[in-house]
């Protein structure tokens, strides 16, 4: 039997644990996993010796912002940069964007703008606003992933968030079709006005506003499948494993810079760190990792939420909440995990399987007989300074400048085909792909 390409390492990330293996690829997908040094035919023999070869990421949460916002962050820039961090597979977030995707018409407008840019593949998520419950279905039917929501206000006028009574009916519709609801859960009655420095902002939202919107959202889910995004309070953690225990379908995600930063190392004026909900403290951090390794939190993805430079000016007061680490995620999270004594193959199951598990894609993120052949060769023990200047999204702004990491993404193929800076992604709906 011959195969297009044969991927060999001593460190292949299988969802059996790391081991040395021989993966063999067919007409884009997994076709074997042998012992490494297994002979077979074909048209091309890639040996990587010690350096691991992981599947290629699902990141779930990705602003890319077009069409409408394209100068914050667009199609081309962000694949190109979740390629170089390793990420394979996209779902793009449905605000930012001019329309937002919250009808199929929108959605049509931003799969277009999408078509012929990407360098990975991209997937949509919808998004429930008051006064669109009448549009969740046919976006269901259409192919997206879910439904975005907000319990307190977005940031952006065209998006608004759901009252306690809208949150009720769009539940009610997505529980009747077995949609999935993903959620930032901050209680706008909790949050505060914001001075100018880092303490003031943080203060604005303290750990109280997850709380109450968490407990809020469990209180309704009624039967109804919910994601809440981007755990950033510790506190909430038994609040959702108390649901979970009780039958709530209920997951939930962080992000690496609520697992590799702290408030006590973020200076005034640094708002490239700011970000809805905030970074918390390192012993907040702590009980995140906790969390992660107890299995309260399911998947770790970027919140990439870019803007232009000059959104990011003035005091944490004013300035646009988002952090942009889409290429930088892998390595950022294998740095701390590995200091924490957490293995290759835990930093694969937060980043790679469980997302492609809450969107349902079962040919995404494992090393495994019929998987789409996304593959990633990482070098986990070189070192590298992080220049803002050599990242691949649209504007050179992240809170990781400078920092010293341990990680380095040297080979991605998607489908088989090495990633080459071409557009070969394709656009995925819920069933598979376009």
């Known amino acids: 039997m011959t195969y297009d390409l044969v991927v060999r390492s001593e460190r292949v990330v299988t969802p059996d644990g790391e081991r040395p293996a021989a993966v063999c690829v067919r007409n884009g997908r997994i076709a074997a996993v042998f012992g490494r040094d297994v002979r077979v035919e074909t048209s091309r023999d890639e040996d990587f010796g010690d350096l691991a ?23 081309a820039t962000a694949t ?12 793009d977030m449905p605000l930012n964007s001019l329309p937002p995707t919250v009808t199929v018409g929108a959605l049509t407008e931003k799969r277009q703008a999408a078509r012929g840019q990407c360098v990975v593949d991209v997937g949509f998520w919808g998004g429930a606003i008051p006064g669109n419950v009448a549009d969740l279905k046919p976006l269901h039917d259409a192919g997206v992933f879910g439904f975005k929501s907000f319990l307190s206000p977005s940031g952006v006028d065209e998006f608004p968030h759901l009252s306690w009574s809208e ?13 999935l609801l993903i959620v930032h859960a901050e209680d706008p009655a909790e949050l505060g006005e914001s001075g100018p420095s880092y303490e003031d902002f943080l203060a604005s939202r303290p750990d ?28 909430a953690l ?14 939930a995600e962080t992000c690496p810079h ?4 702290a408030a006590e190392e973020i200076p005034d004026g640094a708002t490239e760190f700011k970000c809805c909900p905030p970074i918390r403290g390192s012993v907040n951090r ?3 990792w906790q969390g992660l390794a107890d299995g309260i939190l399911d998947c770790v993805v970027s919140d990439h939420s870019p803007s232009t430079p000059d959104l990011k000016r003035g005091g ?13 995620g892998l390595p950022a999270m294998w740095t701390a995990a590995r200091a924490r004594g957490h293995r290759l193959t835990d930093v694969v199951r937060w980043m790679a399987a469980a997302p492609a598990n809450l969107t349902g894609l079962a040919h995404k993120g494992r090393i495994a007989v019929g998987a789409d052949a996304d593959l990633v060769v990482f070098d986990p023990d070189a070192e590298f300074t992080v220049d803002p200047g050599g990242l691949r999204q649209r504007h050179p702004v992240t809170p990781y400048a400078g920092a010293r990491l341990r990680g380095v993404v040297e080979r991605v193929w998607l489908r088989g085909r090495e990633i080459d800076g071409e557009p070969s992604g394709e656009l995925l709906t819920r069933e598979r792909e376009s």
């Open 53 to 75: 070869v992981l599947p290629g990421l699902v990141d779930s949460h990705v602003h890319v912002n077009e069409p409408g916002r394209t100068e914050w962050e667009g199609f």
């Open 80 to 91: 190109a940069a979740a390629a170089a961090g390793g990420v394979t597979t996209i779902i």
């Open 167 to 179: 949150l009720d009916k769009a539940l009610a519709e997505i529980k009747a079709f077995d949609g």
């Open 208 to 235: 109280r506003a997850e709380e109450r919107a968490i407990d809020g959202l469990l209180s309704r889910a009624d039967g109804a499948r919910v994601h809440i995004l981007h755990v950033s309070s510790a506190t």
């Open 238 to 251: 038994g609040r959702i494993a108390a649901a979970r225990a009780a039958g709530v379908r209920v997951s």
């Open 258 to 261: 609520y697992l590799t930063l």
């Open 286 to 288: 702590d009980r995140l």
């Open 316 to 328: 944490f007061g004013e300035a646009w909440g988002g952090v942009s680490s889409l290429q930088l």
